[in-house]
Nanobody, 127 residues
Framework: QVQLVESGGGLVQPGGSLRLSCTAS????????IGWFRQAPGKEREGVGC????????DYADSVKGRFTISRDNAKNTVSLQMNSLKPEDTAVYYC????????????????????WGKGTLVTVSS
């Protein structure tokens, strides 16, 4: 059974940083493209970014480009989302997700082809 768990959320002041982690059981994340998503109160879920499985290349939403970074730690079966220069509009529940099958890439599966989802972690950016 595949299970994804996000952690690292919390309250941070504008301009601050947080590092979210996505850990998995039932699959090896190194074999999967990983997408990060967020859903703000009253808004639809949106894609934040994706890291590929073949060359670890990344793609980000324009709203977070230059501030957020996705990376892998294969030894820990973890993918991280480093968030810097946080803004109040970054407040949301953040989710990680993977395609159903390994070796499916971001360009084909992100954002609408994700099958496995975590339950999310809340990030609040406020002074």
């Amino acid at each position: 059974q595949v299970q994804l768990v996000e952690s690292g959320g919390g309250l941070v002041q504008p301009g601050g940083s947080l590092r979210l982690s996505c850990t998995a059981s039932g699959i090896t994340l190194d074999y999967y493209a990983i997408g990060w998503f967020r859903q703000a109160p009253g808004k639809e879920r949106e894609g934040v970014g994706c890291i590929s499985v073949s060359d670890y290349s990344t793609d980000y939403a324009d709203s977070v480009k230059g501030r957020f970074t996705i990376s892998r730690d294969n030894a820990k079966n973890t993918v991280s989302l480093q968030m810097n220069s946080l803004k109040p509009e970054d407040t949301a529940v953040y989710y990680c997700a993977t395609p159903e099958f390994p070796y499916r890439e971001c360009y084909s599966e992100y954002p609408y082809g994700m099958a496995y989802w975590g339950k999310g972690t809340l990030v609040t950016v406020s002074s």
